[in-house]
C-alpha cells in the first residue's frame, strides 16, 4: 500500500515496485492498493486520492486505503506510508512527530497546532498503534518511534534497504573520463554530486556555504532532481559559485552521475535511510552525510569521518577538505570500500529478512528459499 507504486517515481515508491517484483516472483499473488500504479500485470486495487492540498489528499488516501482493506480480503497488508490497520507498517517517510522537532526547532509547539501537522500526527499514530509489527530502514527510526509513540521494542524490526548492484555499479576510468568529457567538466575537476527534490529537508543551503569557504579548485557540485528556487541561485550568485553549481533537473540515469563523481554529499537535516546514499556507495562513490541520516549506520563501516554530527557550513567544510587532501590512492580505496559495504545490501537480503520477521510475528506467508 503506498499512494503511488512504480519506478521512477520517488525513493519509497521504487521500494514498493522492487518489492511487489520480488514477491511476485517468489510466486505470492500480489495486489497494489495505491492511487496510482505503474506496474502492468499486477492486480491493482485504487484508493482514490481526492482535492487539492496536502491535507485532503492525504485524508482521502488514508480513508479510502482503509476500505480498500476492508473489502479486499488480503492474507497480509504491507503499508508503506500512513495507513491503517495493517498487518505490516514500514516507516520509511521522515517520521513526522521527529520531523516536527528536527525541522521546526523554535516553532514545533505552535506547528503542531496546524490542522496539517495535526493531521499527519494523528494518522502517524494511528497508524503506528494499529499495525501488528512495523519495520523501519535505521535504527535511528527504531529509537524515533520508540520515544515518540512509545512502543515496544519487540514490535518494531530494523531491515535495512536494498540496492540494485546490477544498475549501481562502478564505471571503468575511461568510461568515467568520457562521461565527464561530455558533461563539459575537465578532467582535473574534482566532481560533488548531490541528488534531492526537497533542498530544504536535504540540506542544499546548508552545502552552498561550505562551498562558499571551500578551497578546493577546480571543482563543481552536480545538482540532481531539481533546478533549483530563486532564493538559492541568488545565495550561489552572491558567493560566486555560478561556475561551480550546475542544476541537472530530473535524472533518469542517476548511476551514471553517482559513479562519475568523487564524492556524493547530502548534509540532509532528517532522512529515516536516504537510498541515494547506498546507491552513490553501490557505484563506488563514497557518500559524506550527516547524523540525521539513517544511511549512517551503513557509511559509518567505509570511514567514520564521513558522518558530520549537524547539518552546519563549518562541519561540512571541514569535511570537503578532509576528503580532497587525501591522495589519489587513498580516494581510490575509499571508493572500493564504499562498494564492498554496499554489496552486502542486496534486494534478496531484504526480502529475506523482511518475511523471516512476518513469521516471527506469526503473520502468513509462505517462504521460497531460491529466488
Known amino acids: 500500500m503506498r499512494r503511488e507504486c512504480g519506478p521512477g517515481l520517488g525513493g519509497a515508491e521504487a521500494y514498493c515496485a522492487n518489492v511487489c517484483a520480488w514477491l511476485t516472483k517468489m510466486g505470492h499473488n500480489v495486489t497494489v492498493v495505491a492511487d496510482k500504479s505503474l506496474l502492468p500485470g499486477l492486480l491493482f486495487s485504487r484508493a482514490p486520492v481526492w482535492g487539492r492540498g496536502s491535507i485532503f489528499k492525504n485524508l482521502s488516501f488514508f480513508l479510502n486505503a482503509g476500505q480498500v482493506l476492508k473489502a479486499g480480503n488480503f492474507k497480509v497488508s504491507y503499508g508503506l ?6 498487518d505490516v507498517l514500514r516507516i520509511s517517510d521522515p517520521l513526522h ?151 541537472l533537473g530530473y535524472v533518469k540515469d542517476l548511476e551514471r552521475l553517482y559513479a562519475l563523481a568523487d564524492l556524493f554529499v547530502l548534509p540532509t537535516h532528517y532522512d529515516p535511510f536516504a537510498n541515494t546514499t547506498l546507491e552513490a556507495m553501490a557505484c563506488g562513490t563514497p557518500a559524506l552525510t550527516t547524523r540525521q541520516n539513517g544511511a549512517t549506520e551503513v557509511v559509518e563501516q567505509v570511514a567514520r569521518w564521513l558522518v558530520v554530527e549537524r547539518p552546519c557550513h563549518r562541519n561540512i567544510t571541514e569535511a570537503l577538505e578532509g576528503f580532497t587532501t587525501l591522495p589519489a590512492q587513498e580516494r581510490r580505496l575509499l571508493g572500493e570500500k564504499a562498494r564492498r559495504v554496499a554489496k552486502k545490501f542486496t534486494w534478496q537480503r531484504h526480502i529475506e529478512e523482511l518475511i523471516t520477521m512476518l513469521a516471527r510475528h506469526s503473520i502468513p506467508i509462505t517462504t521460497v528459499t531460491e529466488v
Do not use: C
Not at 506510508?81 to 495493517?86: E, I, K, L, M, Q
Not at 526547532?105 to 494518522?123: D, E
Not at 520508540?146 to 530494523?158: C, G, I, L, N
Open 97 to 247: 512527530a521527529a520531523w516536527l522537532d528536527l525541522g521546526y526547532r523554535n516553532s514545533t509547539k505552535f506547528r503542531s497546532l496546524r490542522p496539517r501537522h495535526r493531521l499527519l500526527l494523528w494518522m502517524e499514530a494511528k497508524a503506528i498503534r494499529e499495525a501488528k509489527a512495523i519495520v523501519t530502514n535505521s535504527q535511528l527510526v527504531k529509537d524515533q518511534v520508540q520515544h515518540y509513540y512509545s512502543t515496544d521494542a519487540e514490535k518494531v524490526t530494523v531491515i535495512y534497504n536494498g540496492v540494485d548492484l546490477k544498475r549501481f555499479r562502478p564505471m571503468t576510468q575511461k568510461d568515467r573520463v568520457l562521461a565527464k568529457k561530455t558533461m563539459g567538466i575537465s578532467d582535473n575537476a574534482t566532481v560533488f554530486v548531490f541528488a534531492g527534490s526537497d533542498l530544504r529537508r536535504k540540506g542544499l543551503s546548508q552545502l552552498l556555504s561550505a562551498f562558499a569557504r571551500f578551497r578546493e579548485q577546480p571543482f563543481i557540485l552536480l545538482v540532481a532532481g531539481s533546478m533549483g528556487n530563486r532564493d538559492l541561485k541568488k545565495k550561489i550568485e552572491e558567493m560566486g559559485l555560478n561556475q561551480n553549481i550546475k542544476w
Open 81 to 86: 506510508s500512513r495507513v491503517a490497520p495493517v
